[in-house]
């Protein structure tokens, strides 16, 4: 069904999985830049496609709407919402025996600005377990999303700037949503800015935002990528700089990342997200990526065959 090579390959249709490499066929989950190369010929949803043009130039591409079967190299192919960002998909591949799920980056329940996760069964399942650590038990997303706007109704009645930093690609319109949802109009970097106009190109409204130009922050929230190279922004007073990211949850994370405040909004599935994913998904054995290894002594500990993607031997690393 599927090999290892240097990534997840689907055997049969010779199809890379995710590559950072560039390959003759490869499936895109979703337009985050360690999950993308510039292929011969792309597979992925609309949404990741025209992300993928904005990030990588206009490129050879063969668009999988979510629930649209089709027949790939000797596979029946589906792609399913992972409610990561936009256009972010699971990939179900049957090839008449089993099947295998590929989650990508997923995160369940809702989003402002991607449809929500569904989670097909599958016999086999490869999937990402960024938070694969019990410490990664993130708040109810309502929380979050209080404590977003309290520092933000907060710092703007102190006459001062907030300055969120996200994700440019996702987190940046999820929180942007939120806010304009909330009456706070927001103001965006340019490299924000561009993937948002994609986002509303795609049917995916966010509401009352512009570019950040030098005269037009009193009032307003800005919203723009982390990174030392985004902490001078022009015509920014009295920045009150508030991360978003569910790294946030670690209690020194503000100090790590070089902000005021940290608010634990993530979109990616937290520990108990994860555990609950592999009951849904209920396969007969599980390959993790993109996580920590111990994840996958915790999955053997609660009795599912769990292993390292990309090793083939059971083994117990802690
Ligand atoms: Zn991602």
Redesign the pocket.
Known sequence: MFHFDRGLKLTAADLAVDFRRRQPRGFIS?A?S??MARHELALCTPGTAALYHLRCGVRPVMEMPYRQTVEWGGLRLTTYPAG??LG?AMLLADDGERTLLYTG?FKLGPSATSEPAEVPRADVLVMESTFGDPRYRLPPREEAIGQLLELVRKTLADGQTPVIEAYAL?KSQEVTRILTDAGVAVLQHAEVHRVSQVYEQQGMPLGNFMRLAANLVPGKAVVAPPGPRYKQLAGVRRPVRIAVTGWAHDPAAKYRLGVDHAVPLS?HADYDDLLSTVEQVNPSEVHCTHGPARFVDRLLDAGWNAFVLGRARQERLF
């Open positions: 979703h985050h360690d999950h990561h960002c972010s980056d996702g979109d």
